[in-house]
């Protein structure tokens, strides 16, 4: 018989190998390094190494690098997406995609330079007909670098491409 505390298993971390058996992504838009800590349906604490061979620095900006925005988000949403897989004990198979439904929120408050750990706090607020809700926030050294709230949903990709006309 399971107690209330069994419903919610809190497991330990994921290497690199272990993560791309759960994110479709790779090289070089995959953006998470490695799990610290997950504890299914509720949270995930995950960690990105940002370093100067990322593709991003040649053009952004070369006299200063700095990652972009939209690149520390989809390191939170990988992370997100992370999360939902291992809650549903579902590892995706090629045609498992999750999509942003929605970015609210989004605040930046550092630059996120080469050499800079973020580590990736995502947690579930909501999980309702195919749609997840997160709070995820990245910071380096204890500073937040963005904070965002995140709606995604799960779909297959033949699905996807025909629900929006392609």
Not at 13 to 34: G, T
Not at 92 to 109: L, T
Not at 150 to 160: E, G, P, V
Request: net charge negative; hydrophobic share 40%; with cysteine.
């Amino acid at each position: 018989m399971n107690s209330p505390e069994m419903d919610h298993v809190k497991m330990n971390s994921l290497d690199i190998n272990e993560i791309k058996q759960y994110l479709p992504h790779r090289y070089p838009l995959l953006l998470v390094d490695r799990v610290l800590n997950w504890e299914s349906g509720k949270s995930i604490t995950a960690i990105k190494n940002v370093t100067i061979n990322e593709e991003f620095f040649n053009g952004h900006f070369p006299h200063k690098p700095v990652m972009p925005g939209v690149m520390m988000i989809e390191a939170l949403a990988q992370t997100a997406a992370l999360l939902s897989f291992l809650t549903v004990g579902q590892k995706p198979d090629e045609n498992a995609i999750v999509y942003f439904v929605g970015i609210d929120g989004a605040r930046f408050k550092r630059p996120v330079e080469p050499g800079d750990q973020l580590k990736m706090e995502v947690e579930i607020t909501r999980s309702a007909r195919g749609i997840w809700k997160y709070k995820a926030k990245a910071t380096v050294d204890g500073q937040v670098a963005v904070e965002a709230e995140l709606m995604c949903t799960m779909r297959s990709a033949s699905d996807a491409s025909q629900s929006a006309g392609l």
